[in-house]
């Protein structure tokens, strides 16, 4: 009998106890290795986006006095602003290369390089660049002025690793020569890598200049469509979902109401694409790659989740605050939009920010709509202009630069992903925020 009682004792481990005690610490160590694992993936993604794109934020520049010769930009010498519009940018192209010759005279630098070799150092935007000088002021032709140009993207890569002499002996955008001719500049300070404010500002530009692409326009384009869904899918989304949770009779009709917005909220975003290319687009016949199209489409897109979402958070009001209100007279829209509602608030604009966050990553809506990149090479001058003139967004515009063949544009993606999680991680941020500070635990 006193061994017996020492078998049942508290103190005795017994062998199933045992073994649930194993199999709980091995639970601990799976979830702990799960975690680890995702943290590790975690910081391989982070660190390979960081990597591959913080070399889009800076930029190669040259700095060159150009001379702004009369015989070659005005002619006739009258100052005449329609004579001189009448010089391309081609005609501009001579007054580089002179420029580059004189900084190597300067710098006694001595290459054997022709002219075309000489021009193809410097980014094919120069010549507008000087153009758009000139031609804002004709006064200025005959003067010699400093100007800083960036360098052709071959240049650039050159400088940043990505390209060496011997992967260009057989290439037709560069030499080993016109990258000798740079390490000679570099060292005269006449090229500089520089931080390049004009990727965060700029617009796209074609496929021959990498090098002057800036994602900027398509930042104010993402800007718009956000302001769009904003404004339609949180109020009716809201407002759906209090009507279903609070007003709605439970029947056959709401039931299938419920189905059908879970079933929206699990449907591939490319259909809400399709839809809003044959209804906006071709039925209603609304601009095509503008904002205000993109920002019909990512509202249809958002609204189921911010309606599961918003209704979530009325169902997490206790009963008995309704029971309360509607006890002292209230009625039942007072007890819903006084009582209910600000209690739910934190959810419901967690729910709108999440759901807001997703459309911002969305790109294939927004690619079936024609919100393309190198569509919009200015900022909006209006706010009618920003909603219903032609332009990008963020993840379309990323989206376009990794299907360029030019490594350049491949390092324009990685550096528009940054931006474009600093903006997600900022939204997601903030819904945290706002849930923590408003939300009360019953």
Known sequence: MTKTAHENSLFNISDRTKKRNAAEQRFKFYGIVAISVGLIMLLILASTIILKGSSAFQQTFITLEVELLESKLDKKGNRNIDDIKKVSTFGYSPLLVNAIKLSMEDNGIISSLKKKELSGIISKSAPAQIREYVLSDVSR???????????????????????TRDSVANSKFASAEQFDLVDELVEAGVVKKEFNLDFI???????????????????????????????????????????????????????????????????????????????FINYINLPQSTPIVGGLVLTLMTLPTIIISTRASLKSVPPSIRDAALGLGASKMQTVFHHVLPLAAPGIFTGAIIGMAQALGESAPLLLIGMIGYIATNMPATISEGLLAPNSAMPAQIYEWAKRADPAFIERAWGGIIILLIFLLTMNTLAVVLRRKFERRW
């Open 201 to 279: 500002l700029g617009a796209d530009a074609s496929d021959q200049r990498p090098e002057a692409s800036g994602i900027g326009v398509a930042m104010v384009g993402s800007f718009y469509l956000m302001v769009v869904v904003l404004f339609l899918s949180l109020p009716l989304g809201v407002a759906a979902s209090i009507y279903l949770e609070e007003f709605a009779k439970q029947n056959l009709f709401t039931d299938l109401i419920e189905i059908t917005i879970s079933n929206l909220a699990a449907v591939p975003s490319i259909v809400f694409g399709i839809l809003g290319l044959a209804v």
């Open 141 to 163: 032709i005959g003067q010699t002025v400093e100007f800083r140009f960036l360098t052709n993207g071959w240049i650039d890569g050159y400088l940043k690793g990505r390209y």
